[in-house]
Structures are given as C-alpha cells and as structure tokens.
C-alpha cells in the first residue's frame, strides 16, 4: 500500500512540475503554448497567420502579457463564441515606429471598410465585405497626451445579412492600439431567418510592443444559433469574414 501511495505522489509531483514549467516557459511571452514551433517560424517571416481555433482556451495569446492581452480575454470570454478565428502577424519595430498612427487611422476610417475584399467559398466568387460603410456618431470619451479613446457608433450593409450596427471602440497610445466592435442589432441571414442577436458578434485587434516588434493580434466570434443544415454555411460566412477583415487591415501597411 505504501508502495502504490509512493508511485502516485511521484506521479502527482511530475505532472505538477510539468504544468508549472510548461507556464514559466512562455510567462515572458506574449504567445502561450497553443502556438506550435512551427507556428511561430510562421510569424517570424513576418507572414501573417490564421487560425480557426473555436474556443476561447485555444487562444495563442498570453492573456497575462499586458493589461491589453488580459483585457482581450475578458471580452471574449463574455462573448462565450460558437465560432471563433485569431489572426496574428510580426513587424519589427525598426523602420515601423509610427504604426500606432497608421493602424489606428485604418481602423477609424470606417467608410474605407468597402475596399475590404472578401471570397464566398460557396458562390466561388470575390465581393466586397461590405456594400456600404458609415459613421453614425463619434465621441470622444478620452484625449490627452498619452492618447486617445474614441467610441464610434457605425453601420454597415452586409450581404447576406443586411444591415449590421456596430459599437467601436478605438483606443491608441504611443506604443499601442485596441480595437473593438461589436454588433448592436439582431442579424438575419437572406431575411429568413434570426442568425446572430445583439452583441453576439465580435471583433477585436490589439497592436504592442514586444521587444524589437510589433505584435498584431486579431480575434473574432460570433455566438450563433446551430441551425439544421446551415450551422456549416453560416460558420464559415461569418469566419471568412473576421478573417478577410483582419487580413485586410495587417496587410495594409
């Protein structure tokens, strides 16, 4: 009996220390053990990487990095997604040091969203992400010399979808930028159906220093309803689009 009570806290004491070393492994960095070798080798050309990743525990971000990565993990925990997609790109820091003022002006000029191309896998055809884009109301909840924060109220129109109002929030210092929007009305796909009630789909991207580079992370999910025989068309729509979203803006510059 002391023999089987000595094998088993052997074992205890090697899973604990597995589990501790595995943490302080990646407590300096802003990736956690979700991101493979070979993932990072990815990151390191500077090409920019997508994964379809599901649930909130597979996320490749260190969520104790920053107060921005922590906050990240918050908004998509209250989110609790069906789907859910993180896009994430490297850029050194060194020839890119006004890339706080570059993203965030990206990402405030919303009316420029309808250049963003987007491929419909089951039409096999490109379209624009979205037919129209509009700022409705902008106010500035924050401004001084450490940065900005602005919230802006948007729409858009988006095919299948129709209209989609949206809640931005643009936050930007000199070393960083947090992007948020999340829907505000009930969507329906081709007017048929309810597919996606309000704040129930998410988009977010965070730009950061980690040493000599910029870290890009983008996250997108939607908390959809699994409709018969449309949970995988309406998966890979709204997917495809966090994704073709994403992509756009990191490319960009």
């Known amino acids: 009996m002391k023999?089987?009570?000595t094998k088993f806290k052997i074992v205890l004491l090697i899973v604990l220390f597995g589990v501790f070393t595995a943490g302080s492994l990646f407590a300096d960095t802003f990736y956690n053990?979700?991101?493979?070798?070979?993932?990072?080798?990815?990151?390191?050309?500077?090409?920019?990487?997508?994964?379809?990743i599901a649930y909130q525990k597979n996320m490749s971000l260190n969520k104790d990095y920053n107060n921005y990565c922590s906050s990240l993990y918050s908004e998509i925990k209250?989110?609790?997604?069906k789907y859910l997609a993180e896009i994430i790109q490297i850029k050194p820091y060194k020839g890119n040091e006004?890339?706080?003022?570059?993203?965030?002006g990206l990402l405030y000029n919303v009316s420029d969203y309808t250049d963003i191309p987007y491929y419909s896998e089951r039409?096999?055809?490109w379209y624009e992400l979205y037919d129209s884009a509009q700022i409705l109301k902008e106010t500035i909840v924050s401004s001084s010399a450490a940065g900005t924060q602005k919230e802006l109220e948007a729409l858009f129109e988006m095919s299948p979808f129709g209209k989609v109002y949206e809640t931005i929030n643009l936050e930007q210092t000199k070393s960083s930028v947090y992007y948020s929007a999340i829907n505000t009305n009930k969507l329906r796909y081709k007017d048929d159906f309810d597919c996606v009630w309000p704040k129930k789909m998410k988009i977010c991207i965070i730009l950061f220093r980690d040493g000599?580079?910029?870290?890009?992370?983008?996250?997108?999910?939607?908390?959809a309803p699994r409709i018969p025989f449309f949970?995988?068309?309406?998966?890979?729509?709204?997917?495809?689009?966090?994704?073709?979203f994403c992509s756009y803006i990191f490319t960009k510059f």
């Open 3 to 5: 023999n089987i009570d």
């Open 33 to 52: 053990s979700k991101l493979t070798p070979e993932e990072y080798k990815t990151l390191q050309t500077g090409e920019v990487l997508i994964k379809n």
């Open 78 to 81: 209250q989110l609790s997604p």
């Open 98 to 104: 006004n890339l706080p003022e570059i993203l965030t």
């Open 123 to 125: 039409a096999e055809e």
């Open 212 to 223: 000599d580079n910029w870290v890009l992370y983008g996250i997108g999910g939607v908390n």
């Open 231 to 244: 949970t995988e068309r309406i998966e890979t729509s709204f997917i495809n689009r966090i994704k073709s």
